[in-house]
T-cell receptor, first 112, second 112 residues
Framework: SQTIHQWPATLVQPVGSPLSLECTVEGTSNPNLYWYRQAAGRGLQLLFYSVGIGQISSEVPQNLSASRPQDRQFILSSKKLLLSDSGFYLC???????????FGAGTRLSVL | GENVEQHPSTLSVQEGDSAVIKCTYSDSASNYFPWYKQELGKRPQLIIDIRSNVGEKKDQRIAVTLNKTAKHFSLHITETQPEDSAVYFCAASYGGYQKVTFGTGTKLQVIP
């Protein structure tokens, strides 16, 4: 069966520090991968999605970036975090040509 | 791009009553409409979905209806229970890469 791993679960970082969040999917090939951010009490904001290795589409211009170095690995990065980057970050995947999204457990990021 | 509006933002019902959450979408090309439930601090999880070739779908106490002409769809929960308390998100999907646009969420509180 397919599973999605996301880590770390929680992270506290100072303003201006770098960020790296990782997401991996098991049990499927060529998944579509997504990064979402959820501010406290708010909806899901799509940040990036990827349909293949090295293929990244950005939905919102900001100081975050994403990379997909391997088929089932999706990384969210920042060179310098801002206070406004705090939130709950969720990775998700869909099987090729399928619609159902499955979410990882999320990373709660606090930028202080 | 697609725009999904969701109402109400909060909803309180007495245990045993019904709850209805409504969403509208803007892009007539959207053909897949999932509903996710997110408990506090947890990941969103799919509870029911409907495709554009179906007008209604039911799963035990949960049902979803779709009106393609009016571009709106609704979630109906009957005989609500305290464990139904959560945030519910509607979404609309289209395109070869299954990009999903989420509504802003409805916080449902079921009062025992």
């Amino acid at each position: 069966s397919q599973t999605i791993h996301q880590w770390p679960a929680t992270l506290v970082q100072p303003v201006g520090s770098p960020l790296s969040l990782e997401c991996t999917v098991e049990g499927t090939s060529n998944p579509n991968l997504y990064w979402y951010r959820q501010a406290a009490g708010r909806g899901l904001q799509l940040l990036f999605y990827s349909v293949g290795i090295g293929q990244i589409s950005s939905e919102v211009p900001q100081n975050l970036s994403a990379s997909r170095p391997q088929d089932r690995q999706f990384i969210l990065s920042s060179k310098k975090l801002l206070l406004s980057d705090s939130g709950f970050y969720l990775c998700a995947w869909t099987a090729p040509s399928q619609n159902i999204q499955y979410f990882g457990a999320g990373t709660r990021l606090s930028v202080l | 791009g697609e725009n999904v509006e969701q109402h109400p933002s909060t909803l309180s019902v007495q245990e045993g009553d019904s709850a209805v959450i409504k969403c509208t979408y803007s892009d007539s090309a959207s053909n897949y409409f999932p509903w996710y439930k997110q408990e506090l601090g947890k990941r969103p999880q799919l509870i029911i979905d409907i495709r554009s070739n179906v007008g209604e779908k039911k799963d035990q106490r949960i049902a979803v209806t779709l009106n393609k002409t009016a571009k709106h769809f609704s979630l109906h929960i009957t005989e609500t229970q305290p464990e139904d308390s959560a945030v519910y998100f509607c979404a609309a999907s289209y395109g070869g890469y299954q990009k999903v646009t989420f509504g802003t969420g409805t916080k449902l509180q079921v009062i025992p």
